[in-house]
Every structure is written in C-alpha cells, then in structure tokens.
T-cell receptor, first 114, second 115 residues
Framework: AQSVAQPEDQVNVAEGNPLTVKCTYSVSGNPYLFWYVQYPNRGLQFLLKYITGDNLVKGSYGFEAEFNKSQTSFHLKKPSALVSDSALYFCAVRDLSNDYKLSFGAGTTVTVRA | ETGVTQTPRHLVMGMTNKKSLKCEQHLGHNAMYWYKQSAKKPLELMFVYSLEERVENNSVPSRFSPECPNSSHLFLHLHTLQPEDSALYLC??????????????FGPGTRLTVL
C-alpha cells in the first residue's frame, strides 16, 4: 500500500524567508512523487515531480523539492517566499503496484505574511 | 486551468434531487478521474476511466454514477445524496493513466452542497 504524510497542517513564514513544506511517503517499490498547489476556489495545479535520477527536482514558480530515499521524504522548498505563495499544498505518491491510484496527503496550508 | 473545465461551479441540491456534474478536458488525454475533496482530509479517488473504460471504482456508493461517453467528457450523475456528500468534486485528466509518473491536470471543481 502507498501513503503520504504531511506532518504540518499549517506553515507560516515571512516574505523573503525560506519556505519548507514537509512530506514523507510509504510505498512498496520505487516511488513517483508529486507536489500540487491549490489556490482558493481553484483546482490543483501541478508544481513538480520526482521520477528517478537527480534527488533535487526543480519545478514551477521557483519551487524545488529534495528526494531523500533513506528518510523516505520529499520536502518542498522555496528559497525566498512571496505573499502570493500562500495556498494549500499537497504531496502525492504513486508506485507500480497500484495501476491508477495517486495517493494524496491531507495538505499543508502555507501563509506568507508581508 | 482552461485545459480541464467543470460545470457547474456551484450546486445546491436536496436529498431527493437528481443532478449531474460535467467535466471536459481539452488536452488530448485518454484518462479521466473523479475526486472528492473534503475539508482537512486527503483527496479521495472515486472513479478512473482509461480509454473510456472504467478501470477503478474506489468503493463509492451507488448514489454516485459516472459516465464517460468519450475521452474528452466525463459526467458524475448524482441521485438521493446525503448531507455528508457535500464537498468539492474535482475532475482530472492525464495521458496514459497506467503510467505512474504522468501528472494529472485538475479542473476548478464543483462545490456541492446537499441540504
């Protein structure tokens, strides 16, 4: 079975400071990992994904994520947060054992204060 | 977001009503999904269609009935819902749904309220 945990319901940072949103996963084989962002009254938007290879993945809007196999983590990062980054962030995982199911975490609300 | 559209955006219905949610994707994808999003809970996968064939039915009550007439359109027919069915219903699409590293593209959702 595959699952994702986002240990923080909420993350608050000041504009210009680094932003980190945590994610840990559990899969039976090699993981395929995703980050999505959801703005109010909108659907989820894809940010980035890890397939294989380089552990540091770069995505949209200046976000990046670091895959750590030993810690089974895939934390989302941004060096300098913007007020406009305030949104709900979801981590998701999929493996080859489950043909079509993408498992999501419960989400982390990010608030960036000016 | 214009790649996947959903109508209506908001829907209020009584428990005895019948209504349908519509989703259309303009991305040329061949897999489509229905998710339920409730507050403070992970997204729940409801149904998956690949090449217009239902390939996943995630223990969803029969009061929810999906339909996929072609690869671009997906419907969710609703009948005798319960108040706990109130949620945001999201449609998504992807290319080659069986490929695990293909990302899904989401519509804006339909906010459903059951009275």
């Amino acid at each position: 079975a595959q699952s994702v945990a986002q240990p923080e319901d909420q993350v608050n940072v000041a504009e210009g400071n680094p932003l980190t949103v945590k994610c840990t996963y559990s899969v039976s084989g090699n993981p395929y990992l995703f980050w999505y962002v959801q703005y109010p009254n909108r659907g989820l938007q894809f940010l980035l994904k890890y397939i294989t290879g380089d552990n540091l993945v770069k995505g949209s809007y200046g976000f990046e994520a670091e895959f750590n196999k030993s810690q089974t983590s895939f934390h989302l990062k941004k060096p300098s947060a913007l007020v406009s980054d305030s949104a709900l962030y979801f981590c998701a995982v999929r493996d080859l054992s489950n043909d079509y199911k993408l498992s999501f975490g419960a989400g982390t609300t990010v608030t960036v204060r000016a | 977001e214009t790649g996947v559209t959903q109508t209506p955006r908001h829907l209020v219905m009584g428990m005895t009503n019948k209504k349908s949610l519509k989703c259309e994707q303009h991305l040329g994808h061949n897999a489509m999904y229905w998710y339920k999003q409730s507050a403070k809970k992970p997204l729940e996968l409801m149904f998956v269609y690949s090449l217009e064939e239902r390939v996943e039915n995630n223990s969803v009550p029969s009061r929810f009935s999906p339909e996929c007439p072609n690869s671009s359109h997906l419907f969710l027919h609703l009948h005798t819902l319960q108040p706990e069915d109130s949620a945001l219903y999201l449609c998504a699409s992807s290319q080659d749904g069986a490929v695990p590293y293909n990302e899904q593209f989401f519509g804006p959702g339909t906010r459903l309220t059951v009275l």
